[in-house]
């Protein structure tokens, strides 16, 4: 069964510090891997995905993610975090399983980021 | 290209009532997901629409239903609104249904009051 569990609830850094949000997952089969960001009151956006290509993931605005698949995890990294990074994150596993295609989104991790 | 589009963004419904959101996918894309987001159960898949044909549903009750036109657009509907549904309530549109990259919509939030 797919299961997507986003370690931190809430995790707070300083401008300029590295970002590390922390995602596992569980999968029957062989999955895709999304990160989405989503700021107050809008819809989601694409940060990056994984579909069974390189397991380094770069995404936009300097995130990039890892697929180990020995450890079921999936982590969020960005070297620097900005202000504007300020948001909530869901990482989210999909699969084409016998049930047919399933999207399961993680309860999200809400950074802060402090000046 | 345009993104996906929703309307109305903002509905404010009394107990009872029903209710109709709409989504127009980004041009070229024939898959259409809706999902609810609540503070308390985070972000629930509603159901999935392909080439006007529903694919994959969540756990919702009959309340909830919907339908695609064969221009893509999709529309949801909510029948005998209660308290609880509540909710920002997201369309997603993708290139097909085995297209895993989804594109968000900015949400429709519908207050029941």
């Known amino acids: 069964a797919q299961s997507v569990t986003q370690l931190d609830s809430h995790v707070s850094v300083s401008e300029g510090t590295p970002v590390l949000l922390r995602c596992n997952y569980s999968?029957?089969?062989?999955?895709?891997l999304f990160w989405y960001v989503q700021h107050p009151n809008k819809g989601l956006q694409l940060l990056l995905k994984y579909t069974s290509a390189a397991t380094l993931v770069k995404g936009i605005n300097g995130f990039e993610a890892e697929f180990k698949k020995s450890e079921t995890s999936f982590h969020l990294t960005k070297p620097s975090a900005h202000m504007s990074d300020a948001a909530e994150y869901f990482c989210?596993?999909?699969?084409?399983?016998?049930?047919?295609?399933?999207?399961?989104f993680g309860a999200g991790t809400r950074l802060f980021v402090k000046a | 290209k345009a993104g996906v589009t929703q309307t109305p963004r903002y509905l404010i419904k009394t107990r009872g009532q029903q209710v109709t959101l709409s989504c127009s996918p980004i041009?070229?894309?024939?898959?259409v997901s809706w999902y609810q987001q609540t503070p308390g159960q985070g972000l629930q898949f509603l159901f999935e629409?392909?080439?006007?044909?529903?694919?994959n549903k969540g756990n919702f009750p009959g309340r909830f239903s919907g339908r695609q036109f064969s221009n893509s657009r999709s529309e949801m509907n909510v029948s005998t609104l209660e308290l609880g549904d509540s909710a920002l309530y997201l369309c997603?549109?993708?290139?097909?249904?085995?297209?895993?990259?989804?594109?968000f919509g900015p949400g429709t939030r519908l207050t029941v009051t």
């Open positions: 989210v596993v999909s699969d084409q399983g016998t049930g047919g295609f399933k999207t399961i």
């Open positions: 629409y392909f080439s006007e044909t529903q694919r």
């Open positions: 999968s029957s089969y062989s999955p895709s």
């Open positions: 041009s070229g894309h024939r898959s």
């Open positions: 997603a549109s993708s290139l097909t249904v085995s297209s895993y990259e989804q594109y």
